[in-house]
């Protein structure tokens, strides 16, 4: 036996699956799925019929929660897909740095500076004229997948 100590690299998820299986015949509309390597909501959900070959199809259409984008995917019923561990977590917005980064204040006091603003145009001059005017901004972060994205702006400025 060695007698050396090993050391390993923390990525701070310890392992833990981005996603998880689920029946397809068990996913509902408004719930999140797995379509093409992209972390979706579903909007509508067909189930059909079982066919000559003895299994039942649903159909997915589903909008990718990070671009908007519309996906689908028909899967067998009794087949199991990926859905995506999805988590919404609220930061207060302390600033904008010119390179389009935000700094996010977190629960614990430390400050998060890894996010871009939003590409979606409305949800981005909300933001940047609410900051503008002083107020007190709460932004709603969607992070499935690896990936992380503003999604949200609450003012509790009141």
Do not use: W
């Not at 199991?80 to 980064?101: M, S, W």
């Not at 890894?114 to 992070?143: C, Y």
Request: hydrophobic share 35%.
């Amino acid at each position: 036996m060695s007698d050396e100590e090993h050391q390993f690299e923390s990525k701070a998820d310890a392992g833990a699956s981005k996603t998880y299986p689920q029946q397809a015949g068990t996913i509902r509309k408004g719930g999140y799925i797995v379509i093409k390597g992209r972390a979706c909501k579903v909007v509508e959900v067909s189930t059909s019929k079982t066919g000559k070959h003895g299994h039942a199809k649903c159909h997915f259409v589903a909008i990718d929660i990070f671009n908007g984008k519309k996906l689908e995917d028909i899967v067998p019923s009794s087949h199991n897909c990926d859905v995506p561990h999805v988590t919404r977590t609220d930061y207060q917005l302390i600033d904008i740095a010119e390179d389009g980064f935000v700094s996010l204040l977190t629960d614990n006091g430390n400050t998060k500076d890894d996010l871009k603003l939003p590409t979606d145009e409305t949800l981005l001059t909300q933001i940047k004229d609410g900051f503008a005017d002083g107020k007190d901004l709460v932004v709603s972060v969607m992070s499935a997948m690896g990936e992380e994205q503003i999604n949200a702006l609450k003012d509790i400025s009141k």
